[in-house]
């Protein structure tokens, strides 16, 4: 069994309300072998159509969320007072955005179809953890472990041994486990069942971008996201406190194959750890301050993707980072941490170009005034006025896990259910807690 995940926790607010009745799910897809910067997307917007790749952006993208955000290029507001972009940055396709009001601060070619990477896997978690109890135990069978590409990242699971549900999201979170991504799956009915679920749970979030294939995010013709996409199943997962935990996790030990010693069955562990460079540092790559999860990503044909979230002064952001062209080690991440920067700088003085819509069918009050009904967005959002709550900090240690624990704890009501059925995306709700824990 997996040790407790090691957190402690500070607050974070980050939006919170949903119906209690809304299945909100994303998948998250896996790591490959090492990435060339390549191909991308189509021009079509819709997410059931093929996806031929192309060198250059299309020029009409998808206006979800505001019509600027379909616009090729970099969208940005640069008024008197705003900082500058970093100019450095050399990803396809990248977004920042306010997670409590939904604001889009700034994009690049937001809404341009590109394969996704692991950074699928948020879709996949969204859409899947809810349905079976962290304590659930499952044998696995060599029929769980078919059909991986070859190539796949794995935790490794091992064929004959039992993991908890609790064991297998650790694996899919920080290992980026194809292997455990397909025991997941096939405990949910199997691959094209959990494919049609992410699908359908990609058009309920209004991630119009986005056509799955395979639930991990291995290569597959036709399997894209977008920067924008992304960000919306990392939010929706967001909402979810074994998701936070999760993606949180820098480090924990996972249980490993059974042996005989003395004529007894004996079960090892082994150490796992987070491969979010932003979360669990590397040698040329500080600890984000403040960061939070959620899911990185690299493939041959999309490259290094990757989204996070982090809180600084009581703001919460998300960024999103596809593909950068630069091609230096773990780039991907030293791109997003400079987007993250400005994006700390310029909010609350930057006019947002579009925002983050609420799932579909769901009333919402707009980050924008005067979007329309299909997340058309325009006008001014600078005013974010607050809903009264309180965070809580706790803090939980076990020694056999170990690094920089960083999440978002939960002080229960993640799902605010609201007398009018309102997702509001332009109020704060109290989402509690920022988590961490560096050992000396």
């Given at each position: 069994?997996?040790?407790?995940?090691?957190?402690?926790?500070?607050?974070?607010?980050?939006?919170?309300?949903?119906?209690?009745?809304?299945?909100?799910?994303?998948?998250?897809?896996?790591?490959?072998?090492?990435?060339?910067?390549?191909?991308?997307?189509?021009?079509?917007?819709?997410?059931?159509?093929?996806?031929?790749?192309?060198?250059?952006?299309?020029?009409?993208?998808?206006?979800?969320?505001?019509?600027?955000?379909?616009?090729?290029?970099?969208?940005?507001?640069?008024?008197?007072?705003?900082?500058?972009?970093?100019?450095?940055?050399?990803?396809?396709?990248?977004?920042?955005?306010?997670?409590?009001?939904?604001?889009?601060?700034?994009?690049?070619?937001?809404?341009?179809?590109?394969?996704?990477?692991?950074?699928?896997?948020?879709?996949?978690?969204?859409?899947?953890?809810?349905?079976?109890?962290?304590?659930?135990?499952?044998?696995?069978?060599?029929?769980?472990?078919?059909?991986?590409?070859?190539?796949?990242?794995?935790?490794?699971?091992?064929?004959?041994?039992?993991?908890?549900?609790?064991?297998?999201?650790?694996?899919?979170?920080?290992?980026?486990?194809?292997?455990?991504?397909?025991?997941?799956?096939?405990?949910?009915?199997?691959?094209?069942?959990?494919?049609?679920?992410?699908?359908?749970?990609?058009?309920?979030?209004?991630?119009?971008?986005?056509?799955?294939?395979?639930?991990?995010?291995?290569?597959?013709?036709?399997?894209?996201?977008?920067?924008?996409?992304?960000?919306?199943?990392?939010?929706?997962?967001?909402?979810?406190?074994?998701?936070?935990?999760?993606?949180?996790?820098?480090?924990?030990?996972?249980?490993?194959?059974?042996?005989?010693?003395?004529?007894?069955?004996?079960?090892?562990?082994?150490?796992?750890?987070?491969?979010?460079?932003?979360?669990?540092?590397d040698s040329d790559v500080s600890?984000?301050?403040?960061?939070?999860?959620?899911?990185?990503?690299?493939?041959?044909?999309?490259?290094?993707?990757?989204?996070?979230?982090?809180?600084?002064?009581?703001?919460?952001?998300?960024?999103?980072?596809?593909?950068?062209?630069?091609?230096?080690?773990?780039?991907?991440?030293?791109?997003?941490?400079?987007?993250?920067?400005?994006?700390?700088?310029?909010?609350?003085?930057?006019?947002?170009?579009?925002?983050?819509?609420?799932?579909?069918n769901v009333p919402q009050a707009?980050?924008?005034?005067?979007?329309?009904?299909?997340?058309?967005?325009?006008?001014?959002?600078?005013?974010?006025?607050?809903?009264?709550?309180?965070?809580?900090?706790?803090?939980?240690?076990?020694?056999?896990?170990?690094?920089?624990?960083?999440?978002?704890?939960?002080t229960g009501g993640l799902l605010?259910?609201?007398?009018?059925?309102?997702?509001?995306?332009?109020?704060?709700?109290?989402?509690?807690?920022?988590?961490?824990?560096?050992?000396?």
């Amino acid at each position: 069994m997996p040790a407790p995940l090691q957190t402690i926790r500070r607050p974070l607010l980050v939006l919170s309300a949903a119906l209690s009745s809304l299945a909100l799910t994303a998948p998250v897809a896996l790591a490959a072998p090492s990435p060339t910067p390549t191909p991308t997307a189509t021009p079509s917007s819709s997410a059931s159509s093929s996806a031929t790749p192309t060198a250059t952006p299309p020029a009409n993208m998808s206006s979800v969320g505001g019509t600027r955000l379909g616009r090729a290029g970099t969208q940005v507001n640069l008024t008197s007072g705003v900082p500058v972009l970093p100019k450095d940055v050399t990803a396809r396709s990248w977004i920042v955005s306010d997670a409590e009001s939904g604001a889009v601060l700034a994009a690049h070619n937001a809404h341009w179809r590109l394969p996704p990477a692991s950074t699928l896997k948020m879709l996949f978690a969204d859409t899947v953890l809810p349905k079976f109890p962290k304590t659930t135990e499952h044998k696995v069978v060599a029929s769980d472990l078919a059909g991986m590409g070859a190539g796949s990242s794995v935790v490794p699971i091992k064929e004959g041994e039992s993991y908890t549900v609790h064991d297998l999201w650790l694996g899919v979170f920080l290992r980026s486990g194809n292997d455990a991504v397909h025991v997941l799956s096939h405990m949910n009915g199997g691959v094209a069942k959990t494919v049609s679920d992410m699908n359908a749970h990609a058009q309920d979030l209004q991630a119009l971008d986005t056509r799955v294939v395979t639930p991990d995010g291995y290569d597959e013709p036709g399997q894209v996201s977008s920067a924008y996409d992304l960000t919306l199943f990392a939010r929706s997962g967001l909402q979810k406190k074994d998701f936070r935990e999760y993606c949180s996790t820098v480090s924990t030990k996972f249980p490993g194959e059974t042996t005989k010693k003395k004529g007894k069955s004996v079960r090892g562990t082994f150490e796992i750890r987070n491969t979010n460079r932003l979360l669990s540092g590397d040698s040329d790559v500080s600890v984000y301050p403040g960061i939070a999860g959620v899911k990185n990503g690299n493939t041959t044909n999309a490259g290094a993707t990757f989204t996070g979230v982090a809180e600084r002064d009581g703001k919460v952001l998300l960024v999103t980072v596809m593909n950068p062209e630069k091609s230096e080690h773990n780039e991907v991440y030293k791109e997003a941490a400079k987007i993250l920067d400005w994006g700390f700088q310029a909010d609350g003085k930057v006019q947002p170009v579009g925002e983050l819509v609420a799932p579909k069918n769901v009333p919402q009050a707009s980050a924008q005034p005067g979007a329309t009904a299909t997340g058309e967005a325009g006008g001014d959002t600078s005013t974010k006025p607050s809903a009264s709550g309180s965070a809580s900090a706790t803090a939980s240690e076990d020694d056999r896990s170990s690094g920089v624990g960083i999440a978002l704890a939960v002080t229960g009501g993640l799902l605010v259910l609201l007398a009018a059925g309102v997702f509001l995306v332009n109020r704060r709700w109290p989402l509690p807690d920022l988590v961490r824990r560096r050992r000396p």
